[in-house]
C-alpha cells in the first residue's frame, strides 16, 4: 500500500516501520486530583465497542472546561472539588461503558465462522430492525441490550462461553 500512496503523499523513505498507537479501552482508576484534570485517551475514555474516542474527548474536554473554570473562578482547585467533573462525565458515560465492556468481551471471542453467523443471523433472523430502532452513532447501549435480548443473537455471542 505504501508503495502505491508513498509518491501522491510525499513518502520519501517507505522502508519507515508504521507509528503504532494503544487504544487505552478501559477508564483510569481516578480522573480528578488537586490541580489535575483527565480527559480524553489520557483518562482512557474511548468506546470499548470500536475504539473511537473523538466523541468521548470532546465531551469530557467540555466538561473539564466547565468545571476547571468554575473552580477558577472561585479559586478552589483541590481534588475534593474537581470530583465533580468525575461525577459529571460518569453521569453521562457509565451506562456506556457498563454495556461496550460486556459486548467487547463477547465479541472478541467470535470466531470467523461466528462472525460469519451473525451476519446470516442479522440478514435473516429480524436483527436488522432492532438495529435500525437502536443505533445511535455515539451511544451503543440501546443497541448491545436490545442485541442481548435478542435469543439467537444472544445464544451465538455467548456461545463460547457454554464450552
Ligand atoms: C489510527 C487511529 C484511528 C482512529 N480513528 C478514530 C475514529 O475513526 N473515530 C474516533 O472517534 N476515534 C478514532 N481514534 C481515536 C481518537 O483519535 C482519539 O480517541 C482522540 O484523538 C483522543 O483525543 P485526545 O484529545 O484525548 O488525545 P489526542 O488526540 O491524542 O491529543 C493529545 C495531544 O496532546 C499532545 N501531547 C502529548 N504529550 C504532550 C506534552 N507532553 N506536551 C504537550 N502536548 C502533548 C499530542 O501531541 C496530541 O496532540 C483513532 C485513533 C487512532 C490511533
Do not use: C
Not at 442479522?122 to 443505533?135: E, N, Q, Y
Request: hydrophobic fraction near 45%.
Amino acid at each position: 500500500m505504501l508503495a502505491q500512496v508513498a509518491e501522491r503523499w510525499g513518502i520519501v523513505d517507505d522502508t519507515l516501520p508504521p507509528r503504532q498507537k494503544l487504544l487505552p479501552l478501559g477508564t483510569i482508576a481516578r480522573t480528578y486530583g488537586d490541580r489535575l484534570l483527565v480527559v480524553g485517551d489520557a483518562a482512557g475514555l474511548v468506546k470499548p465497542t470500536t475504539g473511537g474516542g473523538i466523541y468521548y474527548s470532546i465531551l469530557s474536554g467540555a466538561l473539564a472546561a466547565e468545571i476547571g473554570s468554575d473552580g477558577l473562578k472561585h479559586d478552589r482547585l483541590d481534588g475534593a472539588s474537581l470530583a465533580a467533573y468525575e461525577h459529571a462525565w460518569r453521569d453521562q458515560l457509565a451506562d456506556e461503558f457498563d454495556a461496550q465492556h460486556p459486548l467487547r468481551a463477547v465479541v472478541s471471542r467470535l470466531t470467523d465462522e461466528d462472525i460469519d453467523e451473525l451476519f446470516d443471523l442479522a440478514r435473516t433472523d429480524g436483527i436488522m430492525p432492532i438495529v435500525r430502532k437502536t443505533v445511535r452513532f455515539n451511544r451503543h447501549r440501546d443497541l448491545i441490550q436490545a442485541l442481548f435480548r435478542h435469543a439467537p443473537a444472544r445464544k451465538l455471542l455467548f456461545r463460547s462461553f457454554a464450552l
